[in-house]
């Protein structure tokens, strides 16, 4: 009887281990298929997405590890893609003497592995920035993309880049 009992035991706990290990493995399968799905494979992708939306924004630059002027691509709980963008609604005159991936000019796609390091970036950018008007950026996450817009830009028009990121997933 009580061999009989530590095999129905023993049964019984495997049983519930390989249970829950099919489930968490099933749905956790789900949502790697579904972000996967959804989120944009580099920055080149999300900004012809938001651009077919937004045909005023014109890729300007492919930021690479040589070039990154932040030193993040790549980098831990950095992006992993970037690209530059201009908007020809910005004057000339307004961001004469900028490079020509300066944000100012129109703005910056970031991808990140995670949506996490996404919010994070947008909320250090967000810290830094919030005292000094010069450097003012609209900035929308959605998931693992972090748009980045220029602050000539009116809030109406940047409203634009909002509704473009938030249709990227």
Excluded at 17 to 36: F, P
Excluded at 67 to 81: A, E, I
């Amino acid at each position: 009887m009580r061999n009989a009992l530590t095999v129905i035991s023993a049964v019984l706990l495997l049983g519930g281990a390989v249970a829950c290990s099919n489930s968490a493995s099933d749905s956790t399968a789900g949502r790697k298929t579904d972000a996967a799905a959804s989120k944009p494979v580099s920055a080149g992708s999300a900004l012809s997405r938001v651009a077919s939306e937004v045909p005023q924004a014109k890729l300007s630059g492919t930021v690479t590890a040589a070039n990154d002027p932040n030193h993040l691509l790549g980098r831990p709980n950095q992006y992993t893609s970037k690209v530059t963008f201009t908007d020809t609604r910005i004057k000339a005159a307004d961001v004469s003497g900028t490079d020509k991936g300066a944000l100012e000019r129109g703005g910056a796609i970031e991808v990140f592995a995670d949506p996490s390091d996404a919010k994070a970036r947008a909320d250090y950018i967000h810290t830094v920035t919030k005292s000094m008007s010069a450097l003012a950026e609209y900035d929308y996450v959605h998931g693992t993309v972090l748009v980045r817009v220029s602050h000539y830009l009116t809030p109406d028009q940047a409203a634009e880049y909002r509704v473009a990121a938030n249709r990227l997933g």
